[in-house]
Nanobody
Framework: QVQLVESGGGLVQAGDSLRLSCAAS????????MGWFRQAPGKERELVGA?????????YYADALKGRFTISADNAKNTVYLQMNSLKPEDTAVYYC?????????????????WGQGTQVTVSS
């Protein structure tokens, strides 16, 4: 089993930056990649981006978020980060991290095996 704990959410103003963390514990050696997803009220869950622990840290981002959001990983700490810059009110959502056991890098949430509890990000205008 793999446990995931997100942190770093909060209330910020439009234009601010925020960094989310996702600490993985347990059988992390079983995981290949980590993904960040978000779900706004009344909307479906959507992929923010993903990063592989291996393969040189390959990353993937949702097209609409490229350039503002950056995912990184610290293998030694079993932690992935989501750096969010120039935040907009439409970025308001619960942000989840998820772990996938095998390649390739997945963009569909249903293909991820483990999920964190989520952290709320609220961006005020």
């Amino acid at each position: 089993q793999v446990q995931l704990v997100e942190s770093g959410g909060g209330l910020v103003q439009a234009g601010d930056s925020l960094r989310l963390s996702c600490a993985a514990s347990g059988s992390t050696f079983l995981t290949y990649a980590m993904g960040w997803f978000r779900q706004a009220p009344g909307k479906e869950r959507e992929l923010v981006g993903a990063i592989s622990w291996w393969s040189g840290g390959t990353t993937y981002y949702a097209d609409a978020l490229k350039g503002r959001f950056t995912i990184s990983a610290d293998n030694a700490k079993n932690t992935v980060y989501l750096q969010m810059n120039s935040l907009k009110p439409e970025d308001t959502a619960v942000y989840y991290c998820a772990a996938d056991k095998s390649p390739p890098l997945q963009v569909v949430g249903g293909n991820y095996n483990y999920w964190g509890q989520g952290t709320q990000v609220t961006v005020s205008s």
